[in-house]
């Protein structure tokens, strides 16, 4: 019913009655006494409905039943109103729950302060980070969180209104502060945990630095050597002795070139699929990395190829030559002359195992995590005469990874080491037509070789 409607029916209900007793007073010989009792009996009843309505209006949530049309339909709409505007407020608080539980799950934090430094509001996010509890809103965030950064930063005295600061809940962690204004009252400071972007950055000035220090000294050698040739008139005999001296550090140079390249491919190539892997005879590939071995050891080592031959595997060729090669190679260089090294590739229980066993001089237990760092070298005398440059390991990793595998190490200072790593059996293939490994003295051998059970152990 509208308003107007109402009016209406109101009226005539009103003229109705007044006519009524307009009609019975003068019947009765009392014209004005029937129209005043009438008024009265209105305004009685009326007032009762008011009564009704007012009792009723302090809680309007149900409907209201007075007998009286007319004020039950006021009482309907003020119902429907009262109704429509609790479910804009419900919504209202739903969208503002969804909203905090959204910015809670957010890890950086966020408060909201006054223009003193009085906090408004924060998310879970800035307790965590800057350890405010759930009870300090209207504390001053200066008292809090006692940091000089923070009070230059509210003062706006720092560049690019951003600070960083120790976290108070952790000392060890770094916390970033970014202030931006909202109003003229009030601003808004973020707060991002930045240990770990921090510790990246480091991590590749490191990278930059021991690449650049890598190279510079085999160049300093070629740059020294250069520097004795007589520029404008070099004798053939002074170039026939320099000449020679310039291949060794040219050919590092270009070794480490190479290892970089091939750790830059390996991190962001995509991970090998069954388009980019084939089925490879591991026995012959070791083969070609035993004779290589061979001949960098010159003859001093003893290199034993025990390979089962129709066991094959599927991956990236290239990839696992590559980090079979380095682990061998590890081997010879860092083995005393006349030490006999071990190269297996067998079926275990656990899956197609390769391992390298090497009598050399070892790995303390406190270098076997780091070991496969970038750069990562074990001071040794005599280590490094033999080359390396450092990133083997590293490369190593990163191929077993791609393959689903992991570089385990057991090793003993002086007592020699063993590498390996074990791969998924769903990776081994068969050879229909075993073909024979023939790079060990003793040819291939079809025993699996027990693995070393040498201490300590450990996942480089
Ligand atoms: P490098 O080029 O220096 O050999 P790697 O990444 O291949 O770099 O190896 C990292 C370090 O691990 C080596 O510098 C060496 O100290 C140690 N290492 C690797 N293999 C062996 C091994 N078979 N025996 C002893 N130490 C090893």
């Given at each position: 019913m509208t308003a107007r409607d109402l009016a209406r029916a109101y009226s005539g209900l009103a003229t109705a009655g007044l006519a009524a007793a307009a009609l019975v007073g003068w019947l009765s010989g009392s014209f004005a006494w029937g129209v005043a009792a009438a008024l009265a009996a209105f305004i009685a009843w009326h007032a009762i409905q008011f009564r009704r309505f007012a009792r009723w209006s302090r809680r309007p949530l149900g409907r209201l039943r007075t007998g009286d049309a007319v004020w039950e339909a006021l009482a309907d709409r003020l119902h429907r109103a009262v109704g429509l505007s609790r479910g804009r407020s419900r919504a209202l608080v739903a969208t503002l729950r969804r909203l905090r539980t959204t910015t809670d799950t957010i890890p950086d934090g966020w408060v909201i302060l006054r223009t003193g430094g009085e906090i408004e509001d924060y998310n879970r996010g800035a307790r965590d980070r800057l350890g405010l509890s759930a009870s300090d809103h209207g504390q001053n965030l200066v008292a809090l969180v006692r940091d000089p950064g923070i009070v230059s930063l509210l003062r706006g005295e720092v560049e690019s209104d951003i600070v960083e600061i120790a976290a108070p809940?952790?000392?060890?962690r770094r916390i970033e502060l970014r202030r931006i204004a909202i109003d003229a009252e009030r601003a808004l400071v973020m707060a991002r945990d930045v240990t770990e972007l921090n510790r990246l950055l480091t991590m590749r000035q490191d990278f930059v630095a021991n690449v650049s220090h890598e190279l510079r000294t085999p160049l300093t050698v070629i740059v020294g050597y250069l520097e004795e040739l007589d520029e404008d008139n070099p004798d053939f005999e002074t170039l026939r002795e320099v000449l020679p001296k310039l291949t060794p550090p040219a050919r590092r140079m270009r070794a480490l070139v190479d290892d970089l390249l091939t750790l830059t491919r390996l991190e962001s190539a995509p991970l090998p699929s069954d388009e980019t892997t084939e089925d490879i005879d591991v026995a012959l590939m070791l083969n070609t990395i035993v004779a290589e071995a061979r001949q960098l050891s010159a003859g001093v080592h003893r290199i034993v190829l025990h390979a089962e031959s129709d066991l094959h595997l599927r991956g990236v060729s290239t990839e696992l030559y590559s980090a079979f090669n380095n682990l061998v190679t590890n081997a010879v260089r860092y083995s005393p002359d006349g030490g006999t090294i071990d190269v297996r590739w067998h079926r275990s229980a656990a899956g197609p195992r390769f391992e390298v066993e090497d009598r050399g001089m070892g790995i303390a237990p406190e270098h076997l995590t780091r070991?496969?760092?970038?750069?990562?070298?074990?001071?040794?005398?005599?280590?490094r005469v033999r080359g390396g440059t450092g990133l083997g390991l590293a490369i190593v990793k990163h191929v077993l990874r791609r393959h689903r595998s992991v570089l385990q190490v057991e090793s003993e200072l002086a007592r020699g080491s063993l590498f390996y790593c074990v791969f998924d059996p769903d990776r081994a293939g068969e050879d229909d037509a075993p073909v024979s490994a023939t790079g060990s003295p003793e040819g291939a051998t079809r025993t699996a070789a027990a693995a070393s059970s040498r201490s300590p152990s450990a996942e480089a």
């Amino acid at each position: 019913m509208t308003a107007r409607d109402l009016a209406r029916a109101y009226s005539g209900l009103a003229t109705a009655g007044l006519a009524a007793a307009a009609l019975v007073g003068w019947l009765s010989g009392s014209f004005a006494w029937g129209v005043a009792a009438a008024l009265a009996a209105f305004i009685a009843w009326h007032a009762i409905q008011f009564r009704r309505f007012a009792r009723w209006s302090r809680r309007p949530l149900g409907r209201l039943r007075t007998g009286d049309a007319v004020w039950e339909a006021l009482a309907d709409r003020l119902h429907r109103a009262v109704g429509l505007s609790r479910g804009r407020s419900r919504a209202l608080v739903a969208t503002l729950r969804r909203l905090r539980t959204t910015t809670d799950t957010i890890p950086d934090g966020w408060v909201i302060l006054r223009t003193g430094g009085e906090i408004e509001d924060y998310n879970r996010g800035a307790r965590d980070r800057l350890g405010l509890s759930a009870s300090d809103h209207g504390q001053n965030l200066v008292a809090l969180v006692r940091d000089p950064g923070i009070v230059s930063l509210l003062r706006g005295e720092v560049e690019s209104d951003i600070v960083e600061i120790a976290a108070p809940a952790d000392e060890t962690r770094r916390i970033e502060l970014r202030r931006i204004a909202i109003d003229a009252e009030r601003a808004l400071v973020m707060a991002r945990d930045v240990t770990e972007l921090n510790r990246l950055l480091t991590m590749r000035q490191d990278f930059v630095a021991n690449v650049s220090h890598e190279l510079r000294t085999p160049l300093t050698v070629i740059v020294g050597y250069l520097e004795e040739l007589d520029e404008d008139n070099p004798d053939f005999e002074t170039l026939r002795e320099v000449l020679p001296k310039l291949t060794p550090p040219a050919r590092r140079m270009r070794a480490l070139v190479d290892d970089l390249l091939t750790l830059t491919r390996l991190e962001s190539a995509p991970l090998p699929s069954d388009e980019t892997t084939e089925d490879i005879d591991v026995a012959l590939m070791l083969n070609t990395i035993v004779a290589e071995a061979r001949q960098l050891s010159a003859g001093v080592h003893r290199i034993v190829l025990h390979a089962e031959s129709d066991l094959h595997l599927r991956g990236v060729s290239t990839e696992l030559y590559s980090a079979f090669n380095n682990l061998v190679t590890n081997a010879v260089r860092y083995s005393p002359d006349g030490g006999t090294i071990d190269v297996r590739w067998h079926r275990s229980a656990a899956g197609p195992r390769f391992e390298v066993e090497d009598r050399g001089m070892g790995i303390a237990p406190e270098h076997l995590t780091r070991i496969t760092e970038r750069f990562y070298r074990i001071d040794l005398a005599g280590a490094r005469v033999r080359g390396g440059t450092g990133l083997g390991l590293a490369i190593v990793k990163h191929v077993l990874r791609r393959h689903r595998s992991v570089l385990q190490v057991e090793s003993e200072l002086a007592r020699g080491s063993l590498f390996y790593c074990v791969f998924d059996p769903d990776r081994a293939g068969e050879d229909d037509a075993p073909v024979s490994a023939t790079g060990s003295p003793e040819g291939a051998t079809r025993t699996a070789a027990a693995a070393s059970s040498r201490s300590p152990s450990a996942e480089a």
